[in-house]
DNA sequence: AGGTGATGGTCAC
DNA sequence: TGACCCTCACCTG
């Protein structure tokens, strides 16, 4: 899936294309039409993530509660405005709706007659989910209170993470993939934010030093943010920097659906992977040249430079 | 054209 | 530990 930074760029395109409107919710495929019935005409009241769960809040203390898991999408499109006049079933007043490709669980469409008034309508996809639910305030409460801190949240601590971490045998790459520890970080970010610091991966956390934590977290804090803008995760200096400086607009960066992509142009305007370690098993280390190594931690292939990554 | 693995997490065994 | 979810990008031909 989709890490954090996806959910959290989900969430402000849901809640720019239907907060405050009353969309219409259907099922296509099926597997959620009680759901998709008593939301349909209700009125979305905004979008919101919680590390790698998203809610959305209808009228009437209703919660549509969705997790992406591994291949779930969600895809937000401004419908086409229609040139040609047309009498096809397939239209809303003035906009071409596109057909549902593929097992769409659930669709938001911009209510009729919105669309005719703002001229922006827009059309919601979700595919593959792991989790599409209808949830009670009180239940949405209880989700989030499973969830560590999520760096992506302005109100995050990160002490509440460290108590956990600094207590604990399991290695700080189980432990960054613990939703209950930290919130929204995943296989991408936890490869490459430990290399970032040099830090080996099967250190325990209780051997972790607390500077190293401050400086793991403060790393978030920075790269997280340029993932939700830029729907990449991106983590090498030079394109952080580029990154930080305004570069890698939208339209010049291919962004998949997933948002994980890492192929960018090169200077000779192909495209051209770049993470530090991540899916890099085999090949020179970028620092020191040594082969970066791979291992099945937790059920998950981590990726790490076994000559850099020594500190803690 | 077809096969495979993947940014995840839950639940059954 | 494995099935599920049943998409998407990247391989092999």
Redesign the pocket.
Known sequence: ???GH?LHRLAGALDLAFAGTSPAVSSP?G?FLDGAARLNGREVLGADAW??HLFVEFAGNVFLHV???????F?VVPLAPLTTLTTSPLTHPGYAIPPA???V?LRLLTGASEAWGSGAAYVADL?????CELATPDRVDETVA?LGPDPLREDADPEQAWRRIAKSPRSIADLL?D?AVL?G????Y?SEILFRHRVDPQRPGRRLRPATWRALWADLLLLMPIGVRLGQ?VTMADQVDEALAGGYDESAVPV??????A?RPNPQGALE?RYYV??RQGEPCHVCGSRVRTALVA???LFWCGRCQRRG
């Open positions: 899936m989709p890490e996806t495929q597997r590390g790698k997790h992406l898991g591994l291949i779930g999408t895809d490709i593929g097992a669980r595919r593959g989910a792991t989790l499973r993939m939703q919130a970080v995943g296989n991408v936890r995760i998949s659906p997933t948002g994980v992509s192929w992977r991540y899916k059920g998950r292939n």
